[in-house]
């Protein structure tokens, strides 16, 4: 049945399945059962919480804090409405491709093979411009200046990759930890800044001759659409909880609990931050700091404040866990992708411990490159924002398609308010798109260089070797058998 329904496809939409043995698939397996919904939450939390320590306070000086308040509010709504659609797409197709698996069973294989590819970049790139951050925060612990600070992200790419290589379970367990002491240190910061807090500070950015200029947003309206890029920083890759769904231990159950507890979290602190920060130490200031919440309990209790130093370290915490867990994050899409044929297959190979050790090193190799050479975190979040907000697009748009397409399939967790609540998401996430020009056209012109040659290698090369055999492949195939025994 597979093979017949592959050699249609070739005819109809120029797709071509090459059907492998079962070595193949032996040696690409991950391990099973090793996440219940905590770890699952844990890891959402993870792969945003150095949003919390760096980056979002560069949109201070794009919009002032008002902009940058209004960026948080449409953001936090855009990713709270994704969350609650990828809950139930996740709980229906819980396979490793994740989002390229939706988009693929909504959009077919092109669809599915773009939305892969942006998130790809987006997790490819984003711990690279994590990992300055984490340069910044040892400068500041005292880091000698006659070290480079490459030296720094060489170790900590060797280190967490490595870790990663160790086994899911164990890395998966580590990172958790690591998220708690940044959570404490994020709790201990809002108690030692709330008594101190002054809404004055939040408006100490002088008004410029710009439409729409006032106190609440001093760089007018262009401001605020800049700002939207810094918004998104609080929140992103929240959305990579679903690429453990294969290493999960109930995916229907625990993909829904995992990531709207953590988006619940996020909302919370990043609401915390966004205040409290600019609140006590002034929005002028914190926006070029590379360290703003220590510096803001420094500017409080004084240089040689223990509680500053403590949410350094902490910091320093929460940026390791970021990037620990997106190198989960780009190592499952990478492996995905590759066992499916949209990308050489040799990517896909696991090793004995099951982890796919070609996806990491990979990508790993290419954002230590791209950090060392660039040492410009603001420039790599907006090349990692802009793919991004282009899988959000059509994250938000497989939901829609599959409920208007797929209406009786089989979800364990359905969206509240269904294609109103993506619908919500997806005009936000296209307006994002269009706000990563106002913020950088050399960064979004970068990323959509690389992702329009992604989808020649698509169309010239891989869909013509496509796995049949894949998860994502058969859950396709399996559909269309039905629909046609029917």
């Known amino acids: 049945m597979r093979k017949a329904l592959s050699q249609k496809q070739a005819t109809s939409t120029n797709i071509e399945y090459t059907d492998v043995g079962s070595n193949y698939l032996a040696a690409r397996q991950l391990k099973k059962g090793a996440a219940g919904w905590v770890l699952l939450a844990g890891l959402g939390v993870a792969y945003v919480i150095s949003g919390d320590f760096s980056g979002w306070n560069l949109g201070l000086a794009e919009g002032g804090w008002g902009g940058l308040l ?29 989002g390229y698996g939706f988009a693929r069973r909504a959009l077919g294989p092109l669809g599915g ?16 411009a994590i990992v300055t951050f984490i340069g910044g925060y040892v400068r500041a612990l005292g880091l000698p200046e006659d070290i480079p600070i490459w030296v720094v992200y060489l170790v900590c790419y060797a280190i967490f990759v490595g870790l990663h290589l160790w086994g899911v379970g164990e890395a998966l367990k580590v990172m ?16 030692g800044t709330v008594p101190h807090f002054d809404a004055a500070n939040l408006f100490d950015i002088a008004p410029i001759e710009a439409l729409g200029s006032s106190e609440f947003l001093p760089l007018g309206i262009s401001g605020a659409l800049a700002a939207l890029v810094f918004g998104i920083w609080f929140f992103l890759a929240v959305e990579g909880v679903p690429l453990a769904a294969e ?9 829904p609990r995992g990531i709207i507890t953590a ?3 996020l909302l919370f602190f990043g609401a915390c931050v966004l205040v409290l920060v600019p609140g006590t130490a002034g929005a002028e200031a914190m926006g070029t700091s590379d360290n703003p919440l ?31 867990s997106i190198v989960f994050a780009y190592s499952r899409q990478l492996f995905a ?3 499916a044929g949209y990308l050489p297959t040799a990517l896909s190979l696991t090793s004995r411990r099951k982890t796919p050790y070609l996806a990491l090193l990979i990508p790993g190799t290419i954002g230590f490159g791209l950090a060392a050479w660039l040492k410009d975190g603001g420039l790599l979040i907006n090349i990692a924002v802009f793919g991004a907000t282009v899988s959000y697009v059509l994250l938000n748009l497989s939901h829609i398609m599959l409920r208007i397409r797929e209406p009786e399939l089989e979800r364990g967790y359905r969206t509240p308010g269904g294609r109103v609540t993506t619908g919500i998401a997806l005009v936000l996430a296209t307006v994002a798109v269009i706000a990563t020009f106002f913020v950088d056209v050399l960064a979004a012109g970068i990323t959509a260089i690389i992702f329009l040659l992604a989808i020649a290698y698509f169309w010239f090369y891989s869909r013509h070797r496509l796995v049949a055999q894949a998860p994502e492949e058969e859950f396709d195939a399996l559909t269309k058998a039905e629909s046609e025994l029917n």
């Open 263 to 265: 988006i619940v979290i």
């Open 113 to 128: 093979f773009a939305t892969g590819m942006a998130i790809l970049i987006e997790y490819a790139v984003a711990p690279a």
């Open 337 to 339: 992708l590759s066992r």
């Open 176 to 191: 958790f930890v690591i998220t708690a002491v940044a959570v404490i240190a994020l709790l201990a910061f809002v108690v």
């Open 247 to 255: 290493e999960s231990a109930n995916p229907k159950r625990d993909m």
């Open 294 to 324: 220590p510096e803001a309990l420094r500017h409080i209790y004084g240089q040689n404040s223990g509680l500053a130093t403590f949410v350094n370290w902490a910091g320093l915490f929460g940026l390791v866990a970021s990037f620990f």
């Open 70 to 98: 209004i960026a948080f509010l449409l953001m936090g709504l855009m990713y709270t409405c994704m969350v609650l659609g990828l809950a139930e797409l996740s709980s229906t197709l819980p396979t490793a491709g994740a």
